[in-house]
């Protein structure tokens, strides 16, 4: 098996809460807690997860927007987190995010062309003319004209701003995109465009997607594997097809049935779970998951379960399995 | 089943935006009615008029600009769009309440959770002592599954979670037993675990109490799981109206099926997903014709310059597309004859 394009190992970030005249440290939100996982090439790793799960932290961190607090991050053989600021500028040319908020994330002041062009720029690709012409080239890509170059963000609709996100996304060229919520904020008819256009642009550039969202649906149909994060920690990764048929984590199951079907005929024995996330800053002892599981043991109060893989390629942390539990 | 009366009814509301750019249509001649004690879904896209269609019935549409220029809204046989404000508020969250999408915004942060809920029964039920207020109060907060009444009563909405706002403006919504609750996008700011919950809640009161509830939102998956009846907006029009079953099952406008289809389903995986073609027009920008003809894959003609009406298709479904008129069936049938 060839080395992954991603490999994650215990990616921590603690942030501080602060009070006091002093601002003494008085605790840490646990955003993210000891988290590891691989993406290989050209596949596309879903991660799902509730508000607060950390998921977007994750991201933020594999790109160094946000620095982590304790792990390692290796792309492609080189480990991200031990580059200084400047060599990390130049790895971002290989990874790039397409952000949740297509309203926000364009700079209402430039042209689209303005836009594009600016990754190009900061990573010195080819000259003023080539530029341009690459520019053009992937408004066409995504579906946009060339004539629309001229226009600023403004005179898009929401769908078609996400298109010129993903095309400012793709202009470097890069081996690896994380897609932080892109079609969250889009009306279904619209998603399903650039769910598609996602999908094809990844088979015509060979391209490897960490796609974050909270719809299990949107992420069952584009992910070749998914992970399932809670508070901070993973509690389940394996391929999309045995996750979302044989879900092993009680958090899982209770997310999977949670989710609303589009079939009125469709009966399903529901898993409610009760309660709400507890506070990140607080978490509870042991599996985090505990305090809401319906198969809650003993075990499960005092002691973290090891995120193990159980089944070939399915992983899960949970007390159920033997392979979770201290040996 | 006994036939259930019909509690609210709308008939041809129309309700504009007067902008700088001329009269904008957000809900354009709709008509549709809720009975006794049923859960009646409105679906649609961002900009089909979903909310103004429930702001219109609430009394509530932002004026100026918007104004509701034609049509009526019967409820209890008086008609809501003639009732003037002080009327109005008799009726507005006594028989028709409302909860909305943002239990975060629509709490006051200033106030307890019970100062909150009594001023909503003091204000429609002048009569009752201090100690009756205070029990019902208590009682709503119980029937929505708040654990420690007595204790929120006393807390802050910021010291709740979004899922027990959510559920407390739920309990002041029912305060007062309205036979209508309308609920705007009620789960769409919340996770799927409390979404699930939410809903079920919504469902079981409507049943232990029969509120009728009118349900917005943009999900379908929602609406499958709990409506009995499914009402389908586009542009500000109706195009299509069922039970739930005939609609998911069914469907028969081009839009709902195209709808249905680009949904992801987490069961399965399905290939490439269906994508209807174009965007949602901006409202008031089609002026003749169907107004979703552009992105319409069976478009002809008549489509673009004439309006479709809604056409019975089969006993409570009804479809705004010319495929469906009987004088277009019979012409394509004729037409297959003589070939």
């Known amino acids: 098996m060839t080395e992954p394009l991603l490999k994650v190992e215990g990616l921590k970030k603690y942030f501080p809460i602060k009070s006091g005249v002093l601002g003494q440290v ?7 807690d000891d988290v590891s996982f691989v993406v290989h090439e050209g596949e596309t790793l879903g991660i799902v997860g509730e508000s607060g799960c950390g998921k977007s932290t994750t991201g933020r961190m594999l790109m160094r927007l946000l620095e982590p607090t304790d792990g390692k991050v290796f792309f492609d053989g080189k480990e991200l987190t031990d580059l200084s600021n400047q060599e990390m500028r ?7 995010m397409v952000f949740q908020d297509p309203y926000a994330s364009l700079n209402p002041r430039h042209t689209i062309e303005k836009i594009l062009m600016e990754p190009l720029n900061v990573h010195e690709i080819g000259d003023p003319k080539e530029r341009k012409k690459k520019v053009h080239e992937f408004l066409e890509i995504v579906g946009l004209s060339s004539y629309h170059a001229k226009r600023y963000p403004h005179q898009f609709s929401g769908g078609q701003r996400q298109r010129i996100g993903i095309a400012r996304a793709l202009m470097t060229n890069p081996k690896l995109i994380i897609a932080d919520e892109p079609v969250s904020a889009l009306d279904v008819s619209i998603q399903a465009q650039v ?27 584009i992910s070749d594997r998914v992970g399932v994060m809670y508070l901070g920690q993973m509690a389940e990764l394996a391929d999309s097809e045995s996750l979302y048929e044989k879900p092993l984590h009680p958090y899982t199951q209770a997310l999977l049935s949670a989710v609303p079907v589009p079939d009125p005929d469709f009966t399903r024995e529901q898993v409610v779970i009760k309660g709400d996330v507890p506070s990140p800053a607080n978490p509870p002892s042991g599996c985090r998951f505990h ?24 992983s899960v942390a949970c007390h159920l399995y033997k392979e979770s539990r201290p040996q | 089943m006994r036939e259930r009366k019909t509690i609210l009814d709308v008939k041809g509301l129309k309700t504009s935006f007067f902008t700088d750019d001329g009269e904008v249509p957000a809900v354009d001649n709709i008509d549709f009615h809720i009975r006794e004690g049923e859960v009646l879904g409105i679906v649609g896209e961002s900009g089909c008029g979903k909310s103004v269609t429930s702001l219109s019935i609430m009394g509530l549409v932002p004026s100026p600009p918007g104004k509701i220029t034609g049509g009526e809204i019967l409820f209890q046989d008086k008609d809501l769009t003639k009732l003037n404000e002080k009327k109005m508020r008799a009726i507005r969250g006594n028989d028709i309440a409302m909860i909305f999408q943002e239990p975060m915004t629509s709490l006051n942060p200033l106030f307890t959770i019970g100062d909150q809920l009594r001023e909503a029964i003091k204000i429609h039920k002048r009569d009752w002592s201090k100690k009756q207020i205070q029990e019902r109060a208590v009682e709503m907060m119980k029937l929505v ?29 029912l305060l007062c037993d309205p036979k209508v609750l309308i609920a705007d996008e009620p789960t769409t700011a919340l996770d799927v675990t409390i979404q699930a919950q939410i809903l079920k809640l919504i469902k079981n009161l409507n049943e232990t109490l029969n509120t009728a509830v009118l349900l917005i939102t943009h999900d379908l998956g929602v609406v499958a799981e709990t409506c009995e009846r499914v009402i389908v907006m586009y542009a500000g029009k109706v195009v299509e109206e069922g039970p739930v079953h005939t609609i998911f099952k069914d469907p028969q406008h081009p839009y709902t099926r195209g709808l249905l289809e680009s949904v992801p389903d987490m069961r399965f995986k399905k290939e490439r997903l269906y994508s209807i073609p174009g965007n949602v027009p901006k409202p008031g920008s089609i002026r003749t014709g169907c107004k979703f003809a552009a992105r319409c894959e069976f478009a002809f003609d008549r489509c673009l310059n ?17 495929l469906f008129d009987s004088k277009e069936v019979q012409a394509h049938d004729r037409t297959v004859v003589k070939s």
């Open chain 1, 26 to 32: 008085k605790n840490h939100v646990k955003a993210v």
């Open chain 2, 145 to 173: 599954g708040l654990p420690r009444a007595e204790d929120l009563m006393k807390e802050y909405p910021h010291q709740l979670s979004g899922g027990m706002r959510q559920r407390v403006m739920i309990a002041m919504a």
């Open chain 1, 90 to 96: 130049k790895m971002r040319r290989d990874i790039q």
């Open chain 1, 291 to 314: 305090t809401r599981c319906p198969f809650k043991m003993d075990i499960c109060e005092t002691t973290v379960p090891k995120f193990a893989e159980v089944e070939k390629g399915h």
């Open chain 2, 306 to 322: 004439e309006n479709p009406d809604l056409y019975q298709t089969a006993d409570d479904h009804q479809t705004r597309c010319f």
């Open chain 1, 195 to 221: 769910l598609n256009l996602m999908q094809d642009l990844q088979k015509e550039l060979k391209l490897t997607y960490i796609f974050i969202a909270h719809d299990l649906g949107v992420v069952r149909h």
